[in-house]
C-alpha cells in the first residue's frame, strides 16, 4: 500500500493484500477546509471528548503511529505537533495525501447526514483517484416530504414517487449504488417482517408531522416510527435497491442494546424471497451475530466499518471474530470515513494488516496461496461488485500498483526495488522475500 509508514510495512502486509484495490462500500465525504482532528476521531462528543480523551484510545494511538509520516512527521509525534502541522498543510493538501495514499478504487457514500462542511461524493472520490456512488439515505427522502408539505394522505404514492426520482436523477450527479436505514438509532433493530399498509403508513405520518417537539424549527419532528421506518425499507426493496442497515456501535444517540443484528431476524426472513441484497453494517460488538446472519440468509452481508479504526491494533483479533461464520464471498470493506481523511486512510492500512494478519494464520493452517489471494480479492472488491451491481474495479492509480511480473510492491508510483516475491520450496509460511528500501514519506 502506497506511501504507507515505513516501520515493519512489508512483514505485516501480504502483497496481494497491499496492492488490492478497495471497494469502501459505506463512507462520508470528507471536510473541504480541515480542522481539529480529535472531534472526529471516534464516537464520543461533548464533555466525553474533552480535553485530548480520544487520542488516548487505540485508534489515537492508531492514528500517531500511522499517520505523522504522510504529513513529513516521525511516527509518534504529539498530538498537538500533529494538528500544526495538518494546519499549515491546509486541507486540500491534507485530503490529497491520505485519499491518495489509501489504495481505493470506489466509494459509495452516504450523504444522509451534511452539515454543509463535507465535501461531496465526487470531490471526496477525486482525491482517491477513485470512482463515485452514492447511497441515498431513506428517512431523508421522508423529511424533504415533510418540509415540503406533504399531507400524510398523500404521503405514502409521494414517497415511492420521490424515492424512486432521487435514485433515478442523483443530486449529487454521480449513481446511486443502494439505499440505508437508521432504524437502529430511531426506534431500534427490533422491526417487524410485515409490509405495512398504505394506511397504517398514513396514520404513522399523521402522528409524526403532528407531534410536538418543542422546537420552533421549520423541518418536521424528529422520525422515529416503526411503521414509517419499516415501509422506507420496503420501498427500496420493491425498488431493487441494496439496502444498508446502521448495525451496533454509533454515538450516544443510539440505544446500543436495541442494535443487535438478531433483532432484524422477522424483516430478513420477509427480505429474502425478494433477493433484495441486505448489507449490515459496522455490527460491533455483534459482529459475530452478523456473521451468523450472513450465513444463514441468502441475501445478507456483513462488514466491519468503523470499528476497523476505532479498535486499532487489536484490528486482527476483530476481524478474525468478524470471519468465523460469514461466507467468505459475503464480507465487505468499509472505513465509515466522516469528515477526516485520516479515517479512510486508517481504515484501509488497518483493515490490510488485519486481514493479512488473519490469512497468515490460515496459511498454517488450512489455506492454499490460490486461495488466500482468491479471498482477498472477494473482501477488498468483488463481493461489493456483485452486491452492488457495480463496474468492474480497476487498480487505483499511481500511489498502489502491482508489479505482476516480479510481484514486488510498487510504492508512491514507482518501484523501491525489483527484488521478486518467490514461494520457496519445503517452507510451510507461504512467501518470503528480501528486504526492500522503504517508502519515503511525501
Known sequence: MGNMAAESTGSALLPFVASAALIDHHCHGVLAAGGPVE????????????????????????????????????????????????????????????????????????????????????????????????????????????????????????????????????????????VKSIAAYRVGLALDGRRPTDAEVTAAVARWLGADDGSDSRDPPRLASEVLHRFFVWCGADLGMPI?????????????????????????????????????????????????????????YADLGLATHNVGGRGPQVLAEALELVPLRKFLFSSDAFGLPELYYLGTLLFRRALSAFLRDRLDADMSYADAERITSLIASENARR????????????????????????????????????????????????????????
Request: proline share 9%.
Open 387 to 442: 452486491a452492488y451491481r457495480l463496474p468492474a474495479v480497476q487498480q487505483p492509480p499511481g500511489q498502489v500498483q502491482r508489479y505482476l511480473a516480479g510481484r514486488c510492491l510498487y510504492v508512491s508510483g514507482r518501484p523501491r526495488c525489483r527484488r521478486r516475491w518467490r514461494r520457496p520450496r519445503r517452507r510451510p509460511r507461504g512467501w518470503t522475500r528480501r528486504e526492500c528500501r522503504p517508502a519515503r514519506s511525501p
Open 244 to 300: 444498508q442497515f446502521h448495525v451496533g456501535y454509533g454515538d450516544r444517540d443510539v440505544d446500543l442494546h436495541r442494535c443487535n443484528p438478531l433483532l432484524l431476524t422477522d424483516l430478513l426472513r420477509a427480505l429474502e424471497p425478494s433477493g433484495v441484497p441486505v448489507m449490515l453494517l459496522h455490527n460491533y460488538p455483534y459482529h459475530r451475530e452478523a456473521g451468523y446472519q450472513a450465513q444463514v440468509f441468502a441475501n445478507v
Open 39 to 178: 472531534p472526529l476521531l471516534n464516537e464520543a462528543d461533548g464533555a466525553a471528548a474533552a480535553d485530548g480523551m480520544a487520542m488516548d484510545s487505540l485508534a489515537g494511538l492508531a492514528l500517531r503511529k500511522w499517520c505523522p509520516p504522510l504529513l513529513g512527521l516521525p511516527a509518534h509525534a504529539t498530538a498537538a505537533e500533529y494538528q500544526a502541522r495538518r494546519d499549515a498543510l491546509g486541507g486540500p493538501e491534507v485530503n490529497r495525501r491520505f485519499l491518495g495514499a489509501s489504495g481505493l478504487a470506489a466509494l459509495c457514500v452516504d450523504t444522509g447526514y451534511d452539515p454543509g462542511v463535507l465535501l461531496s461524493p465526487a470531490e471526496t472520490a477525486g482525491f482517491a483517484g477513485a470512482d463515485a456512488f452514492e447511497i441515498v439515505r431513506l428517512e431523508q427522502v421522508a423529511e424533504w416530504l415533510g418540509r415540503a408539505g406533504v399531507t400524510a394522505g398523500e404521503f405514502p404514492d409521494a414517497y415511492r414517487r420521490a424515492l424512486a426520482g432521487r435514485i433515478s436523477a442523483p443530486v449529487y450527479g454521480v449513481p446511486v449504488a443502494g
